[in-house]
C-alpha cells in the first residue's frame, strides 16, 4: 500500500464533533417504559480506527443491549395490547389528536439534533454535512407526513352517494407493525416507515439497524413522553434472537423492512399466516447509468461521479454499474477518472471530504475480492490507488472493462468500486437491464428524443423510476419510491406511505329517511372517530 492514506486516521476531532467516550446503553423501551436491560451487551464499532498492537482496528464507542426473544415478545405484546384488535386508545383516536402526538415528538427530536448528527458520524461514516441534511430531512418529511395526512383525512371527510347508498369511505390502521430501516440511512429511511405506520394508527415494535444503533438512544425519551404506552415499543439484539421470534409468533400485521431480499424472504417464511401479513419492502439495487455517445460528458461526469459515490456508494439508489457506449468510452474514463481523483479522503467531520470510512467489518475484504474476481477476468483498476485498502477506507476503484464472467456485472457491490461496462448497441443496454433480478432505478444520458424515448418504452416495464440525464435518487419525498422484481414491495412516498399502511374501509346505508338521521345525528353529537366530517386545517 503507498503512503496516499497514512495519516487518515490521525486527523484531530473538532470540539463540536465530539461524543462521550464510551457509551453503555442498557435502556430499551416496551409499554411506555423505559426498561434497564441487565444482561450481555454488543459493542458498537465506529469506522474510525486507532492504532493497536495489532494495527488499525475500529474504534469500540458504546454498546447496546442484546436482547432475547423473551423481551422481544413482551414488546410485541404491548403494542398488541395497545392496538386491541383495533379498539384501542391510538387506533380509534382522531386523526387531529395522532398528529398532536407526532408534532410533540418532533419538537423533542429537534433538541437532540446535534447529538444524533455527532452520531451519525461517528457510527455510520457519514460526513458532518450529509448527517446534518440526514437529519433535517427527516425532520421536514415528517412534517410533509402531517400535511399529507390532514389532506387525505379532508378527502376523506366527504359523503358519496350512489344508487341509493350513502357511505364514507376512510384509512384505518393494519394492526401491529414491525419496522426495521437500514445502516445507511437509519434514521431517515427508518423513519419513512416509521412514522407513516404510526400515524395511520398503527402500534410499532422497532428494531433499529445493525450500525447507527446509538444514535436512537437519545430519542428514546422523546418516544416515550409523546406516545401513549405500548405504541411505540423499541428493541435491540441480533437478529435471530428477536425479530424471528416476532415473526414466528404471527402477531406481526405489517412488515416494514428495508435491506436485502434474502432477508426479507427469510423472515417472511416465519410467519404462521402470510396471507394476512403486509408487507412493505425496499430491497436490493443494482441501477445502471446508459451513457450513449452524444451525452454531455460534463454533466454526466459529475451526475455519476455523485451517483456512484456519495456516502461511498452505499445508498440503494447509488449508480451501481456504468454502461459507457465505446464511441466515448476513452473521453469518459479519463474525466471520470480526473473526477474521482479530486475526491477527498478523510473523517467525517473534517471539512470538504467526501470519501470516509466504511462501517461494516469486513466490507473492504469483500470488495476487494470483486475487484480480484474482475481483474482475474480481464478488467483493470483504472485509477491511481484505486482499491487500496487503510483500516476501514477503502479507496474508491474503477474498474473496466467489466463483463458478464464478473461477479461486479451482477452483484450489488454497495461501496465504492465502479464498474465500467463498455457496450456498443442499444440492445446491449436493455438486455441488461431485463436481465437484472433488481428493478430499482436507471439512469439515461443522451440528447437524441428518438432514441431516449426507445430506451424509456423498453425499460419503463422493468424499474420503478427512468432518471434523464441525472444521477439515480429517491427525492423529492412527494415522488412515489418503488422498485420491482427483487428491489421493492409497495410503494413509498409521503403520501402512497400513508396508503401503504393503512386500508380503506366503508360505512354504507341505504338512503333513508331514517338512516340519513341516523348518521345526521351521530355527526352533530360527535359520537364516532371514524364516522365524522370534522375539517382538520
Known amino acids: 500500500m503507498s503512503n496516499t492514506f497514512e495519516n487518515l486516521f490521525s486527523a484531530e476531532v ?15 423501551l416496551v409499554d411506555g417504559k423505559l426498561l434497564i436491560w441487565e444482561g450481555d451487551l454488543a459493542p458498537v464499532r465506529s469506522p474510525v480506527c486507532v492504532k493497536t498492537e495489532k494495527g488499525l482496528e475500529q474504534k469500540v464507542i458504546g454498546a ?15 403494542a398488541v395490547r395497545a392496538y386491541d384488535l383495533g379498539r384501542g386508545v391510538w387506533p380509534t383516536m382522531r386523526v ?48 410533509d407526513t402531517i400535511h399529507a395526512l390532514k389532506e387525505l383525512d379532508r378527502n376523506s371527510a366527504r359523503f358519496v352517494q350512489e344508487q341509493g347508498i350513502l357511505g364514507q369511505v376512510r384509512r384505518v390502521p393494519f394492526g ?77 400485521d405489517v412488515f416494514a423492512f428495508i435491506g436485502t431480499n434474502q432477508g426479507a424472504s427469510e423472515l417472511k417464511k416465519m410467519h404462521p399466516k402470510p396471507h394476512r401479513l403486509k408487507a412493505v ?48 468510452l476513452g473521453a469518459f474514463l479519463e474525466k471520470f477518472i480526473a473526477a474521482v481523483g479530486k475526491l477527498k479522503p478523510g473523517l467525517p467531520w473534517e471539512p470538504g471530504v467526501a ?34 485498502i487503510h483500516g476501514s477506507f477503502f479507496y474508491p476503484a474503477v474498474v473496466s472493462p467489466v463483463n458478464a464472467k464478473m461477479r461486479l456485472y451482477y452483484e450489488e457491490q454497495f461501496g465504492p468500486v465502479i464498474p465500467i461496462i463498455p457496450f456498443e448497441d442499444d440492445d446491449e443496454a436493455i438486455r441488461y437491464v431485463v436481465d437484472s433480478p433488481f428493478g430499482q432505478q436507471l439512469s439515461l444520458f443522451g440528447k437524441d428524443p428518438k432514441r431516449i424515448a426507445h430506451l424509456i418504452d423498453s425499460c419503463a416495464n422493468q424499474v420503478g423510476r427512468i432518471n434523464l440525464n441525472t444521477q439515480c435518487q429517491r427525492g423529492p419525498d412527494t415522488f412515489p419510491f418503488s422498485g420491482r422484481k427483487d428491489s421493492a414491495e409497495g410503494t413509498l412516498s409521503v403520501a402512497d406511505a400513508l396508503r401503504v399502511f393503512s386500508i380503506r374501509t366503508i360505512v354504507a346505508t341505504k338512503t333513508t329517511p331514517e338512516n340519513k338521521a341516523l348518521v345526521h345525528n351521530i355527526l352533530t353529537q360527535r359520537e364516532s372517530s371514524f364516522l365524522t366530517t370534522d375539517y382538520i386545517f
Request: glycine share 8%; proline share 7%; aromatic share 6%.
Open 64 to 78: 447496546t443491549p442484546l436482547l432475547t426473544s423473551k423481551e422481544s415478545l413482551a414488546a410485541l405484546d404491548a
Open 281 to 328: 419492502l425496499g430491497l436490493d439495487a443494482k441501477n445502471p447509468a446508459i451513457i450513449l455517445e452524444d451525452a454531455d460528458l460534463e454533466n454526466t461526469v459529475n451526475e455519476c461521479i455523485v451517483g456512484s459515490l456519495s456516502f461511498n456508494g452505499q445508498r440503494c439508489t447509488a449508480l451501481k454499474a456504468l454502461l459507457v457506449h465505446k464511441k466515448i
Open 14 to 28: 473538532p470540539a463540536s464533533a465530539r461524543i462521550p467516550e464510551h457509551t453503555e446503553q442498557r435502556e430499551y
Open 355 to 388: 470519501l470516509t470510512p466504511l462501517p461494516e467489518p469486513g466490507k473492504p475484504a469483500y470488495l476487494k475480492g470483486l475487484v480480484d474476481d474482475a481483474l482475474q477476468h480481464g478488467a483493470q483498476v483504472l485509477n491511481p490507488n484505486g482499491g487500496e
Open 96 to 143: 387531529a389528536e395522532r398528529i398532536e402526538h407526532v408534532e410533540r415528538f418532533i419538537v423533542h427530536m429537534q433538541e437532540k439534533r446535534q447529538q444524533v448528527v455527532n452520531l451519525l458520524m461517528w457510527e455510520i461514516g457519514k460526513t458532518q454535512k450529509d448527517a446534518e441534511k440526514e437529519f433535517d430531512r427527516t425532520k421536514d418529511y415528517l412534517v
Open 176 to 252: 401491529v407493525a414491525l419496522c426495521m430501516g437500514p445502516y445507511n440511512y437509519p434514521l431517515n429511511e427508518t423513519f419513512s416507515t416509521l412514522f407513516p405506520a404510526l400515524i395511520m394508527g398503527n402500534t410499532v415494535v422497532f428494531k433499529p439497524a445493525k450500525f447507527g444503533v446509538l444514535l436512537i438512544r437519545p430519542l428514546l425519551e422523546a418516544f416515550r413522553d409523546s406516545f401513549p404506552p405500548g405504541v411505540i415499543n423499541i428493541i435491540y439484539g441480533r437478529g435471530r434472537e428477536t425479530v424471528g421470534a416476532l415473526m414466528e409468533s404471527g402477531k406481526v
